[in-house]
């Protein structure tokens, strides 16, 4: 069957039912979409994983078992055996519980960052793409400075700062590393959208100055913030692992967390390279979850992807 | 007289996966005489862009069927390979587009390239192609084209880009022009050098010009046969005159009336056509333009209307506006 | 047509942009001209056009009357207050009485508010808002007015089609119960069949609310159709003002000649027949207005030294109606016909400001400043 341009938007018009706004509109487009689709299912996959954790987990992350290593030489680590599906780490710890539990871990520390550094990044991208002039100026200088730092580095040097490593240090350190992203992405943003005809039309329809900036400039500037928050959720995972795995995070054996995992695997890395295959696989599958979410709602929210 | 181009049963459809094709161009059917300018009038959507793309072989590969043919010296242009025609486009037809800045390579100067195309298709090089450059922009009217030879288009005005463009369409003489809109992104009276100039070049040398436009008062000084296009069909093609003076197809009877004109007295009403382009019904069954036509009858929304030549006309229309109507 | 005390006088409005230049520290390296002195009134329940090709000041013009951009000097009289002095809250409830219609309908709406959300904010701004039953009736009026069905309040503008959103930005305007109203090229982004579907609905609001309009358009034959009266800018100023049939009939400057002589009419008899007045040349930079006439360097009537050295004044030539004013200085010459046209050739018009500042020949304003 063939169609017509005009029947093609008429039929558009027609199959939404009235009054489809943008955004439900980047979510039907979104369902279509395979990768989105992979990404939600890996990303959904680990929040469930990560709240059912000790559900899951058959013992406890500092939970150590000796009897595992009764019948080995000494240095060797056990594999996995029966009620031990990966094994036993370099402490005789249940390994596929670490995993597990540092799940947990590795999502508060990586959704909490993202979040702050969102949060933070958002106040300042508005109050420098609102009001421009020296404000904007002296803002974007300070973010300026921050982003030609390596984001690493800086995540370590902010950690390092800290009397002593812990996970809140990890969280603040990974969030410093977010907010000059976010503040550069939503100040341009919302400098294009001050420039655009529906702001100048709401200036002119006489519309408060506070209102303009929340209502009409801030909503239309901020999809491309949160396409980053989702990819910045990868990095700052990838970051916090790295920290840990620097020896820069909790050091507290009761928790498990993948980057520090990765770190101490790495010492046994000729004995049982699987101390170091899991942690680090599941950092890359979690990793590219976030990504292919983040890079599909990117094309969603694009008004030049829409038909 | 044999026709240079003939364009028989063009259809162009654009193809996703999952969703129905879309037909921009359907069936259309028109001839270029040596030496003759065509006009394709019709608003956006009605397919005139897609047909010239077609013609030129310049619609990506992917996603996009092209049916029926465009001969041009015996051949269809349609099935010769993607080098064969490579080495026909800018030596035996070539193209204006309407935006000169994005058209133009923006870190190339102009005169490199012209000299480019003079190289590829006339194998001239050095100081011959630099000259026989400068000679085109000099052709186009741009002032002190020696040393324009060396600016980049962004130091241009729209007006001389647009003249850079037609210059380089140009360096091979040939013999078909196919101009998109070439005056749409530029002023009225640029608008009219531009016009002027590639009417003048024209008869000059004897190229043949498909003059694609939405204005009806570009076509009105230019073009000797003039196609309407609507929703991917010619409706209605004649005579500049006759067309103008007789318009038999409601379609092109309503928008010559519904368009403010410099010579009718001012704060009339004007007879707008109701609706839009989204309330077409399919070509398959029934007249696309139907729900928007004042004169149409039962017959328009349940078959489609064959297009019917006489005299030199052709209309596509089961209620065409009487011939005397004016 | 015109009555006592003018809706609208604009007295010797200047709007000039500085260019500015450099990383750290912006510095000031010249300015665009994008208006230079221009005064105009228009009188209640009047159509103003105001016509001119892109660079020509005429959107910045609008503007600025609007206070959307900031004036460098002149004043805006409107209904006896000098809005050009209005700061603050002044200004933003001065703003209910003149709006303004875009010219691009689908980036002039935000695509995240719907319709009902769009009409609604403008009279909840200023306080017109009484209660959801009455402002429910409100709405449906509005819609209807613009020719829209009750049930496009729910929706989303991209949810329409180009003609229809002219509608809703019409109705968006119409919703502060505005005296004035500025179309910014209201019609030059729709499709021609609906062109005049358009214009027919703002000839019928106008007489049915007793709106004034000034109506800004590059398309002659578009503002002529609408306008009362029309003005004709170049580079800033305005060159020639006449009412509009009498415009077409006995155009008085250079430029409006021209210009009308350009404007393609659909009827090949008279295409064929025209007598052309092809300026050669572009548009000189706003950044760098000729000295003199600004029009001299096309003019195919420039005159030695009087052209280049002095700025005409608009004025009323002998013979012509009261409301007919020209700025040139040889206007009667040319009206009696003795003074004929003459060649000119192009000048290469060279950058004043060092490359990248301005585009060597600058289409635009809005080019230039990148808009």
Partial sequence: MTVTWAQRRKARLDDLSAGRSLTSEAFRRLRREPAAIAGAVIVGLFVVVAALAPLIAPHGAAETFPQLQENLRPGAIPGPQDGFPLGSDQLGRDFFSRVILAAQQTLLVGVLATLIGLVVGIVIGTVAGAFGGWVDTLLMRITDVLLAIPSLLLAISVAALAASPSQTTVIIAVAIVGVPIFARLLRGSMLAQRESDHVVAATSLGVKRSAVVLRHMLPNAIGPVIVQATLTLATSILDAAALSFLGLGDADPARAEWGLMLAQAQTYLDVRPALAFYPAAAIIVVALGFTLLGESLREAIDPKGRR | MTALLEVRDLQVAFTRRREPDTVAVDGVSFDVAPGQVVGLVGESGCGKSVTSLAIMRLLPARGVRVSGSVRMDGTDLLTLSGSEMRARRGRDLSMVFQDPLSSLNPVIPIGLQVTEVLRRHRGMAGDKARQAAAELLERVGIPDPRRRLDSYPHQLSGGMRQRALIAIALACQPRLLIADEPTTALDVTIQAQILGLLSELVRETGAALIMITHDLGVVAGLCEAVNVLYGGRIVERAQRHRLFATPRHPYTHGLLRSIPRLDAPPGEELEAIRGSVVDNLPWAHACAFAPRCPRAIETCTEVTPVAETSGGRLLRCHNPVPANAE | ?371
């Fill in chain 3, 1 to 371: 047509m015109e009555t006592s005390e003018p809706l609208l006088d604009v007295r010797d409005l200047a709007v000039h942009f500085p260019i500015k230049r450099g990383l750290v520290l912006d510095r000031t390296v010249g300015h665009v001209y994008a208006v230079d002195g221009v005064s105009l009134h228009i009188g209640r329940g009047e159509t103003y056009g105001l016509v001119g090709e892109s660079g020509c000041g005429k959107s910045t013009l609008g503007r600025a009357i609007l206070r959307l951009v900031d004036l460098t000097t002149g004043q805006v009289t409107f209904d006896g207050v000098d809005v050009a002095q209005l700061k603050g809250e002044q200004l933003r409830t001065m703003r209910r009485r003149f709006q303004m219609v875009f010219q691009d309908p689908m980036s002039s709406l935000d695509p995240r508010q719907s319709v009902e959300s769009l009409l609604t904010e403008g009279m909840k701004a200023h306080g017109l808002s009484r209660g959801p039953a009455a402002d429910g009736a409100r709405l449906r009026e509005l819609v209807d007015s613009v020719g829209l069905p009750a049930g496009a309040l729910r929706r989303y503008p991209h949810e329409f089609s180009g003609g229809q959103r002219q509608r809703i930005g019409i109705a968006r305007a119409l919703s502060v119960e505005p005296d004035l109203i500025v179309a910014d090229e209201p019609v030059s982004a729709l499709d021609v069949s609906v062109q005049a579907q358009v214009l027919n609905l703002l000839g019928r609001l106008q007489s049915e609310l007793g709106l004034t309009y000034l109506v800004i358009a590059h398309d002659l034959a578009v503002v002529r159709h609408v306008s009362d009266r029309v003005g004709v800018m170049y580079l800033g100023g305005l060159v020639e003002e006449a009412p509009s049939q009498e415009l077409y009939d006995d155009p008085q400057h250079p430029y409006t000649r021209a210009l009308l002589s350009a404007v393609p009419v659909p009827d090949p008899e008279l295409e064929d027949h025209r007598e052309r007045i092809l300026l050669t040349g572009d548009l000189p930079s706003p950044a760098a207005p000729p000295a003199g006439c600004r029009f001299h360097t096309r003019c195919p009537w420039r005159q030695p030294t009087r052209c280049d050295d002095e700025r005409p004044a608009l004025r009323v030539i002998a013979g012509a109606p009261a409301g007919h004013r020209v700025a040139c200085h040889f206007a009667e010459d040319i009206r009696s016909g003795r003074l004929q046209p003459h060649r000119v050739d192009v000048e290469a018009v060279d950058d004043v400001l060092a490359p990248g500042a301005v585009p060597d020949l600058p289409g635009s304003v809005t080019e230039i400043l990148g808009r």
